[in-house]
């Protein structure tokens, strides 16, 4: 059974940085794509960033390029997101997401996530 567990939300001013992890488990794939999605209130959920773990194809959001970083360090099964600069709109629930193992999609569309964390909270003051 693969878990998610995320970490590393909280609250910062605009401008700011925040760390979020996800620690993984229960995978029996050396590679599999990784992500975060946020969902603001009365918002649909949108996809933030993706990694693929057995490699080094990254995906983010037009919204965040340049701005959040997603990494992965395979020895701890950790997807970190580093987010700088941060600004009132990034304000969301912020979750985790994983596809299956048998799954090869790399991308962004949450609709190919099959596991997904509890999510935490970045909220961002003007």
């Known amino acids: 059974q693969v878990q998610l567990v995320e970490s590393g939300g909280g609250s910062v001013q605009a401008g700011g940085s925040l760390r979020l992890s996800c620690k993984a488990s229960?995978?029996?794939?050396?590679?599999?794509?990784m992500g975060w999605f946020r969902q603001a209130p009365g918002k649909e959920r949108e996809g933030v960033a993706a990694?693929?773990?057995?490699?080094?194809?990254?995906y983010y959001a037009d919204s965040v390029e340049g701005r959040f970083t997603i990494s992965h360090d395979n020895a701890k099964n950790t997807v970190d997101l580093q987010m700088d600069s941060l600004k009132p709109e990034d304000t969301a629930m912020y979750y985790c997401?994983?596809?299956?193992?048998?799954?090869?999609?790399?991308?962004?569309?949450?609709?190919?996530?099959?596991?997904w964390g509890q999510g935490t909270q970045v909220t961002v003051s003007s």
């Open positions: 990694i693929y773990t057995g490699g080094t194809n990254t």
């Open positions: 997401a994983a596809v299956a193992d048998d799954n090869y999609y790399e991308g962004l569309h949450e609709d190919e996530y099959t596991y």
């Open positions: 229960g995978y029996t794939s050396s590679g599999t794509c």
